[in-house]
């Protein structure tokens, strides 16, 4: 038993020694901006020796999202899961979390009718 779960416990331990490292290096790298539209926003960043198109809402495939490459414009990603696909949920539902969307339609929803009894 001991040496089936020695193997696991020390993959487990060396993960936890190099997800920080890992974290560190992602933090290290900065975008640097390259090209930049008529308007002065960026455009294309550099994030290591890759550049990146910057996604834009005309623009939103084979990109990167400005947040995530540093940039301070963009959408901001939401911090819990809205309960449904974003499609399915109308722009209040999605900055509300699950259990806030489960709350207003709970409320909204007629109350059932009481069972007749069976005479």
């Known amino acids: 038993m001991i040496r089936k779960i020695a193997p696991v416990l020390a993959a487990v331990m060396a993960m936890g020694t190099a997800m920080p490292a890992l974290a560190n290096h992602h933090e290290e790298m900065k975008a640097e ?3 930049r539209s008529a308007s002065g926003k960026a455009t294309k960043v550099k994030i290591g020796e890759n550049v990146y198109d910057v996604c834009t809402p ?8 400005p947040r995530e490459a540093g940039l301070n414009f963009g959408s901001t990603p939401l911090d819990h899961w809205p309960g449904a696909p974003a499609s399915d949920l109308t722009p209040a539902e999605k900055m509300r979390t699950a259990a806030e969307n489960a709350a207003v339609k709970a409320k909204m929803e007629p109350a059932e009718p009481a069972p007749v009894a069976a005479e």
């Open 33 to 35: 901006v390259v090209e």
């Open 58 to 65: 005309e623009s939103q495939d084979g990109c990167i999202n």
